[in-house]
């Protein structure tokens, strides 16, 4: 049988959604845990995994290249639609910033002074936590290609759950709409949406709730620091009623979790009653 993965997902960054992963990951137990926000991924800082091993991740290609077959006839350059490859002191030089590998420049090269070689992105690791085993990565700074490791990263937690009969994976998944958030989510049993209640909340929500429903991904909504604008938290309430968005919880601002947080702990006691109450809404779900 297919374990069952949540994805949790924020309109924004800096939400609580790390931190509601790991209340999650340790309400539930036992789990594969899957940190998809490789481009900043903060929730080993809370689960502090055993390090089990490391994988570099390719990206795509780019070009190179070699100033001693090149003749400077500006083929290449001309022939670049993306503006990568300039001529310095008579030879090609290839700004791999701007090069996006369609190996356009190799084919036209009369003197084969062109190669396309892989990059080096980023890197994958495997850990066991207190509560199951755990994929996560770090893109390079500037690195490409972050929904290709955003897969890798789900394959191999589906893989490690299926090799071990866990029936369940937890993935903290990137902030926004974008390729990696998309490539975090489909397929997924259940998204749950964190918020926090700004006026840029119901344009989060809206855009999630459009993308969610696009790919047909079941979706709940939490409340984070709820109590901090009561009427926008009334407003956000009204209006997933409106939308007919389930809203499975609401979490107070606690500086006790701030605390907690900044020691590098889950804050298991301090929101204890609250993860209760989401924790029975998921079963719903689940
Ligand atoms: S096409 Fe080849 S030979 Fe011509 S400038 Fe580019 S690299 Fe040099
Ligand atoms: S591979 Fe494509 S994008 Fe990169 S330098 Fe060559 S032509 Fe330009």
Redesign the pocket.
């Known amino acids: 049988m297919k374990p069952h993965e949540i994805v949790v997902i924020s309109g924004k960054g800096g939400t609580g959604k790390t931190t509601l992963t790991s209340l999650l990951v340790a309400s539930f137990g036992k789990t594969v845990i899957c940190d998809a926000d490789v481009d900043a991924p903060d929730l080993e800082i809370l689960l502090k995994p055993e390090p089990l091993g490391e994988k570099p991740f390719w990206g795509m290609q780019?070009?190179k290249v070699d100033p001693s077959l090149c003749a400077g006839c500006s083929a290449?350059v001309r022939?670049?639609r993306?503006d990568?490859?300039t001529m310095a002191e008579g030879k090609a030089v290839?700004n791999t910033s701007f090069?996006?590998?369609?190996?356009?420049?190799r084919r036209v090269c009369p003197e084969s002074a062109i190669s396309?070689l892989d990059t080096r992105q980023g890197t994958s690791y495997e850990g066991l936590t207190d509560f199951g085993p755990m994929w996560h990565a770090k893109l390079n700074p500037g690195g490409e290609n972050s929904g290709k490791l955003v897969q890798f990263l789900r394959e191999s937690a589906l893989r490690t759950a299926r090799e071990k009969g866990i029936p369940l994976i937890l993935t903290d998944g990137p902030p926004g709409i974008a390729c990696p958030a998309i490539s975090a989510m489909t397929g997924a049993d259940l998204a749950i949406v964190v918020t926090e209640p700004s006026g840029a909340a119901f344009h989060d929500v809206d855009r999630l709730s459009q993308v969610t429903a696009r790919f047909g991904i079941p979706t709940a909504f939490v409340i984070n620091k709820a109590d901090l604008a009561p009427r926008m938290t009334e407003k956000l309430k009204e209006e997933a009623k409106a939308g007919n968005w389930k809203i499975i919880g609401e979490i107070p601002f606690k500086r006790a979790v701030v605390d907690a947080v900044a020691e590098t702990r889950i804050p298991v006691l301090e929101l204890e009653e609250e993860i209760k109450l989401i924790r029975k809404e998921l079963d719903v779900f689940l």
Not at 99 to 105: Q, S
């Open positions: 780019t070009a290449c022939a670049c993306f990568a490859i290839v090069c996006e590998g369609c190996d356009v420049c396309l």
